[in-house]
């Protein structure tokens, strides 16, 4: 039977206070009489010294009338008697005394008394009279004219308190103990119920649920645990949410490995299925002596569209990795963005506008100049793939607070809303792209400016489609 952690405390606690109080109740009943004889005796040692004292100071007579003013409310019994032990006065009439020899008593058994003891000239203690089981506490002294002082109480009246008391001691502890397993119950509840709490928490905890938190406002250990409890569940709900996108990101990645090497494998058996079928038919004599120019033009032009793919290729995956790191300096990127926009004047069918405009002040910024016009001239020649004479492809320039951004674009066929997000990936083409083309220059301009510290965008306008990215300045 599994006994629970509140059981345990309240158990604990009631066998402590159990044992305590019969323990105080025991202790109680067994000294309250020895007690109460000890008091008393005290008293009347205290009150025979005084009356001793006086006695010296006073002849009998007025003594006697010093004794009955003092000692009128008085239990106890007081006698003073004459050498001969004969009772002189007495402040009760009748007394044990009366009946009983008291020369016998104070001469032959105070010596053989346990409970008595004598001490300068006078006697105290408790007498056993081995009469009807009568004790005495007895205070006697002796003064120097042979008179002498005896005070005496019986110590029933004691014995009858303590044994009025004795029930009542009862009743009390009782009520203690019921008050005690009512306050121990409340206080095993008030310390195991933060840790069943912390308890069922930590049970969530390993089923992953992390959305039970602890909720007390105690500063004790208890509390320090609680938030401690709390702050695992975060830390533990974050890391395996990162895990999660891990794994997720680690899925998709495998997916994209797959479809990259479906695309790689797609793209290149084109070329290689031309350039084979035309070495064949070489091989076989099937051209004529003048046709053989074309077929190894063919065949020249394939294997360049694979060298160049393979190097493409090469390149996104050096950025992809990480491992190629760019040559950053000072540079000015309205002097490289002429650069490139007088390479391309150059080629570019006339009948296309083509046009750029910069600010006026120098763009000063931190970045590799070679890896950025490599980023810009893919803009250029996408828009190129996409333009007809009388077209427009335009550079410009637009300087923020701490970036460039930086926009190509041109009239003509616009993206469908659904691809506008995917044209950045690896051989990704539009359908309406009739156009040849590998689909990596959009995926490595995207790298080379993540590594810059910028990012990319794509968007349709009213006359046609915007490329582009946001380059930090001071990167």
């Given at each position: ?35 109460f004889?000890l ?18 100071e ?34 009760r ?39 009807e ?81 602890y ?30 996108e ?17 695309k ?172 040849k ?12 400016i ?26």
């Amino acid at each position: 039977m599994k006994i629970t952690l509140r059981k345990r405390i309240f158990i604990g606690y009631l066998v402590i206070l159990g044992i305590t109080l019969f323990g105080g109740y025991l202790i109680l009943d067994l000294v309250s009489q020895t007690y109460f004889e000890l008091q008393k005796t005290n008293q009347i040692v205290a009150k025979g010294d005084e009356l001793a004292k006086n006695y010296d100071e006073l002849d009998t007579e007025a003594f006697i009338e010093y004794l009955e003013r003092t000692t009128a409310f008085d239990t106890s019994n007081y006698m003073i008697m004459n050498k001969r032990n004969g009772i002189l006065y007495s402040t009760r009439r009748y007394s044990i005394f009366s009946r009983i020899d008291v020369d016998r008593i104070l001469s032959s058994h105070m010596n053989k008394q346990p409970k008595l003891k004598q001490e300068e000239g006078r006697v105290w203690g408790i007498a056993d009279l081995n009469f009807e089981d009568y004790q005495l506490l007895v205070y006697y002294k002796i003064f120097n004219d042979g008179y002498s002082l005896l005070i005496t109480e019986t110590l029933k009246p004691i014995g009858q308190t303590v044994a009025i008391m004795q029930p009542l001691l009862l009743g009390i502890f009782l009520i203690m103990a019921l008050a005690i397993i009512i306050l121990t119950y409340f206080l095993a509840r008030n310390i195991t119920k933060p840790i069943e709490e912390l308890t069922n928490i930590t049970e969530a905890m390993s089923d992953l649920n992390f959305k039970l938190k602890y909720m007390g406002s105690r500063e004790d250990e208890i509390g320090t645990l609680g938030k401690s409890v709390n702050q695992l569940a975060s830390e533990l709900e974050q890391t395996i949410f990162r895990l999660e996108e891990e794994l997720a990101k680690e899925k998709n990645l495998d997916k994209m490995r797959k479809q990259f090497v479906a695309k790689v494998s797609h793209e290149l058996k084109t070329p290689l299925t031309i350039a084979s079928g035309y070495i064949e038919a070489i091989e076989d004599g099937v051209p004529e002596q003048d046709e053989l120019e074309g077929f190894y033009t063919i065949i020249k032009k394939e294997i360049q569209r694979m060298s160049t793919m393979v190097k493409e290729l090469l390149d996104l995956a050096s950025h992809q990795s990480g491992s190629f790191r760019m040559k950053k300096r000072e540079m000015d990127l309205g002097v490289l963005l002429n650069q490139i926009y007088s390479k391309f004047k150059e080629t570019m069918n006339p009948a296309i506008q083509f046009t750029i405009d910069l600010p006026r002040e120098p763009m000063h910024m931190v970045g590799d100049p070679i890896r950025l016009e490599q980023a810009v001239s893919n803009l250029l020649s996408n828009s190129l793939k996409h333009v007809t004479e009388n077209d427009q492809i335009f550079i410009r320039v637009k300087q923020e607070e701490s970036a460039y951004q930086v926009t190509v674009g041109n009239t003509g066929p616009k993206i469908e809303e659904k691809e506008v997000g995917m044209i950045w990936e690896a051989f990704y083409q539009s359908k309406d792209n009739k156009k040849k083309g590998l689909g990596l220059g959009l995926a490595i301009t995207k790298e080379i400016i993540s590594q810059h510290g910028g990012q990319c965008f794509a968007r349709n306008t009213a006359e046609g489609v915007e490329f582009g990215f946001m380059l930090p300045i001071n990167h």
